[in-house]
């Protein structure tokens, strides 16, 4: 990746398949290429025996390299080895998952040994901004806010729109439409100037562009397996050829009505053919096309709206380009379907806007996000011994609530206690994630003097990135205090003063109106006396824990650097060689005698035959050592070379100089002689000037 000035703000579109880094910068937002200059990057990390690849890197060694390169590790963030989902994502993933402690892992062989490492691991390698906070913190990233990918499509949609609806008039509807390589997801999104409100937002897990390409590769499968005899199924590499050869064939099937399938050698040195049509493409995923509808009603149903009530429906993500994908949409709203966002690089310069806007350094237009909860919350206690009629549990932000949002959670206690927060509907939640959020322990409890509770008050918030946490507690206790009583107007009298009544009338009042008791009445109002100390234990990793980990990325990333320093030593060592023996019958031909030539050239040649030979994999220092002794052997010759360049360049200089100075000195005579011949000329015109001047005298008068 680029390196970002300190001031820049980036965000990451973290996808199953790439990955998108945008940044706010130069008075707009620009997506940064990588290291081949693409704008986006494989979500892929790979592990070999002297390093690890990340990015292209892995991409360019995954054939070669299946077991151990890692994908989809946005799926697999927060899941447990026995979740469905994870089950779900091996057959895409070529490397093989294992159980850590509760979280999914990936085993992988790494600097020649078998090696261990969980999602959030694999994450925080890959240097990216994810919805765990504590693997963008191993990753060494600054988490600014953490956004769902339709609202940031949703902000940089609006953000340019000068014709948005004023804040008394009607909003603009927009259905953001999202299809990437694993998810679909639909938000219902209202518009007003300087603001936008998301309503409802609904997702199918499971559709996406991988879908259909799993399509084309079951069809495939039978073909080689009936036509060639090759199954793929039994065969690692035979299969990911297959998948790529797949996922060519759909984009091809996008602008055209039949698409060729070639694929070398796949199995047994035997070459494999096929030919698709578009007609064929959408009999295979005709099971994909009868969900599209179903989370778009959802959606509409969530934000109590009918289609008509939709204004304009925005299309994105890399698996939307399916014609008959986009023809179902459209034929479900009735409506014209737009593309005006980059449907790749969407999302990613959406948040980028988000990250201007909560950076000091941008001035940005004002816009309001209003983003919303997907799942609801609940809290649960157990009972006092003292309130027997005590309800256990409270739904306390439900589906919908708006993001932040922050409750004030009261009870009667005579002694510490405990709450748990946790999901209200398991069955909502993909997958089996666990619906448990975190414990929360409340000290400092006790009976007053009167053996009577304590009113306690707990601050329960979910904040901008949709993460909840109580965030503090206090204590309060009831005091009686006086309240003035305001006297309401009598029936038939004028709440205003009576504007008509003249000053004189004023001046006859009297000071006893003044001096008469105002009525009061005592009531009870809770006043904040104490906080309370609160204890949190929730699903994230422990600070040491997170620590070690921090340590371990740290080593692995020296552990890399030192291999890419070695590897550019030996390049280094490789280019000295061939560069210094054509030099040797070119430049410094006439500057070495026979015998150096003949005693260098031996030693470049046993130097290129060790380099490919032992000296293919050995430490930088040996590398940096060998050059070290070919310099110093070629050292006088290229002193010697020096010398005679140096001299040219001085003989040269030497040239240029004598010529400035015989132009100057020759301008300079031509100068002096212009001066002469324009000096005699004005001594002339002097003179007959003086001639013919008349004297005058004293008295003014020319004389006669």
């Known amino acids: 990746m680029l390196p970002l000035h300190q001031t820049a703000t980036a965000r990451v579109d973290f996808g199953t398949l790439k990955t998108v880094i945008a940044v706010a910068r130069n008075r707009g937002v620009d997506v940064i290429c990588n290291e081949v200059s693409n704008r986006a990057t494989p979500s892929l990390v790979g592990f070999g025996p002297k390093s690890r690849y990340l990015g292209e890197t892995a991409k360019t060694q995954e054939m070669s390299n299946l077991k151990n390169t890692v994908g989809s590790l946005k799926r697999l963030a927060g899941r447990s080895f026995n979740d469905p989902d994870t089950q779900i994502e091996q057959t895409h993933i070529t490397a093989p998952l294992v159980d850590m402690n509760g979280q999914v892992g990936a085993e992988v062989n790494y600097l020649g040994k078998k090696e261990k490492f969980t999602n959030t691991q694999l994450i925080g390698m890959y240097l990216s901004k994810i919805k765990q906070t504590t693997a963008a913190e191993i990753a060494g990233l600054k988490l600014l806010r953490l956004m769902n990918d339709t609202t940031a499509a949703a902000l940089g949609w609006g953000i340019t729109k000068l014709d948005l609806p004023a804040p008394e008039e009607a909003p603009r509807r927009v259905a953001f439409i999202d299809i990437g390589h694993s998810n679909y997801t639909c938000s219902i999104i209202e518009f007003k100037k300087g603001e936008l409100a998301v309503k409802a937002t609904t997702y199918d897990r499971h559709f996406g562009g991988r879908d259909f390409d799993k399509a084309i590769v079951d069809h495939l499968q039978k073909e080689f397996k009936g036509k060639y005899g090759c199954d793929i199924n039994t065969h690692p590499r035979a299969y990911a050829r297959t998948v790529a050869a797949a996922e060519k064939c759909k984009k091809i099937l996008s602008a055209n009505q039949q698409s060729p399938v070639n694929v070398e050698s796949l199995m047994n040195d035997i070459d494999v053919s096929a030919m698709i049509?578009?007609?064929?493409?959408?009999?295979?995923?005709?099971?994909?096309?009868?969900?599209?509808?179903?989370?778009?009603?959802?959606?509409?149903?969530?934000?109590?709206?009918?289609?008509?009530?939709?204004?304009?429906?925005?299309?994105?993500?890399?698996?939307?380009?399916?014609?008959?994908?986009?023809?179902?949409?459209?034929?479900?709203?009735?409506?014209?379907?737009?593309?005006?966002?980059?449907?790749?690089e969407a999302v990613a310069r959406g948040c980028a806007f988000s990250c201007a806007i909560l950076s000091p350094v941008f001035r940005v237009r004002d816009f309001t996000v209003q983003d919303i909860m997907s799942y609801p919350v609940e809290f649960a206690w157990e009972k006092a011994a003292d309130i027997p009629d005590e309800e256990t549990s409270l739904t306390v932000f439900n589906r919908g609530n708006v993001l932040p949002s922050t409750k004030i959670l009261t009870f009667y206690r005579k002694q510490p206690f405990d709450l748990e927060a946790r999901y209200?509907?398991?069955?909502?939640?993909?997958?089996?994630?666990?619906?448990?959020?975190?414990?929360?322990?409340?000290?400092?409890?006790?009976?007053?003097?009167?053996?009577?509770?304590?009113?306690?008050?707990?601050?329960?918030?979910?904040?901008?990135?949709?993460?909840?946490?109580?965030?503090?507690g206090y204590y309060v206790e009831d005091q009686e205090v006086e309240e003035e009583i305001k006297e309401e107007p009598k029936d038939g009298e004028k709440k205003d003063p009576d504007l008509t009544k003249t000053f004189s009338d004023k001046a006859m009042e009297t000071d006893n109106k003044d001096d008469a008791p105002k009525k009061t009445r005592k009531v009870k109002k809770q006043v904040r006396k104490g906080d309370l100390p609160i204890s949190t234990g929730t699903a994230s990793l422990p600070e040491s824990t997170k620590i070690a980990l921090f340590e371990k990325e740290n080593a692995m990333v020296m552990e890399d650097k030192l291999v890419a320093d070695t590897e550019e030593k030996k390049n280094e060592l490789e280019t000295y060689i061939y560069d210094l023996r054509n030099k040797l019958d070119d430049q410094y031909a006439e500057l070495a005698t026979e015998e150096e030539k003949t005693k260098i050239k031996e030693k470049l040649e046993a130097s290129e035959d060790w380099l490919y030979d032992e000296g293919d994999d050995t430490t930088k220092a040996v590398y940096i050592a060998k050059i070290d002794e070919l310099r110093a052997m070629a050292g006088p010759i290229m002193q010697r070379h020096f010398e005679k360049v140096e001299a040219e360049r001085q003989a040269v200089q030497a040239k240029i100089d004598a010529e400035k100075e015989a132009k100057r000195a020759a301008e300079e005579e031509a100068r002096k002689a212009e001066k002469a011949a324009n000096g005699g000329k004005d001594e002339e015109m002097t003179d007959a000037a003086g001639e013919a001047k008349p004297d005058v005298d004293e008295t003014g008068e020319a004389s006669k």
Do not use: Y
């Not at 380009?321 to 023809?327: N, S, T």
């Not at 975190?438 to 009577?452: E, I, L």
């Open 424 to 472: 209200v509907k398991p069955e909502l939640l993909p997958g089996k994630i666990n619906p448990w959020i975190g414990r929360f322990s409340v000290k400092g409890v006790q009976a007053d003097g009167k053996d009577d509770f304590m009113i306690c008050k707990l601050k329960a918030r979910v904040n901008i990135h949709g993460v909840l946490n109580v965030e503090s």
């Open 277 to 344: 049509t578009r007609q064929e493409f959408e009999a295979m995923v005709e099971p994909l096309l009868a969900r599209v509808h179903v989370p778009l009603e959802q959606a509409l149903a969530d934000a109590k709206l009918t289609k008509d009530d939709i204004d304009v429906i925005e299309i994105l993500g890399g698996g939307s380009r399916v014609p008959a994908l986009k023809e179902r949409i459209q034929e479900f709203f009735g409506k014209t379907l737009s593309f005006t966002l980059n449907q790749d």
